[in-house]
């Protein structure tokens, strides 16, 4: 059987014999009624189990935002807007802020691959 896999931005084709093949588990589909912009905006208007982010950044100094990598699929670039336009009500500017990446034990990002996870706008007005 061949079978296709999601593998980094691409797929990957592997063959399988039918005899060593168990099962092939995918998944449920998934009916959505929003739109990413709106289930990010829920999230922040929703906390669970905490004040929104407006209300805790407020009258700090310095901002440090951790986000995923280059190997994780975390959308950076269309959450951050949101998130940095929360910390802009609560009047934090942007030299209080770094957006640090989580890299765990993989390799540092290119700066392309940087650009790539938060926006260039992003990437260019914050440290």
């Known amino acids: 059987m061949n079978i296709k896999i999601g593998y980094g931005t691409g797929i990957q084709e592997v063959e399988i014999d039918n005899k060593c093949l168990l099962a092939k588990l995918i998944p449920n589909d998934v009916v959505i009624t929003s739109t990413e912009e709106e289930i990010i905006e829920e999230a922040l208007n929703h906390p669970i189990g905490t004040e929104r982010l407006e209300k805790l950044a ?56 940087q650009i790539r996870l938060v926006g260039e706008e992003i990437f260019n007005k914050y440290h």
């Open 58 to 113: 407020r009258g700090k100094q310095d901002i440090v935002i951790i986000t995923s990598d280059i190997t994780r699929p975390m959308p950076s670039y269309k959450v951050l807007p949101h998130v940095l336009k929360r910390l802009e009500l609560a009047e934090v500017k942007p030299e209080q802020i770094t957006i640090v990446f989580a890299l765990g034990s993989h390799r540092k990002q290119t700066e392309e691959e």
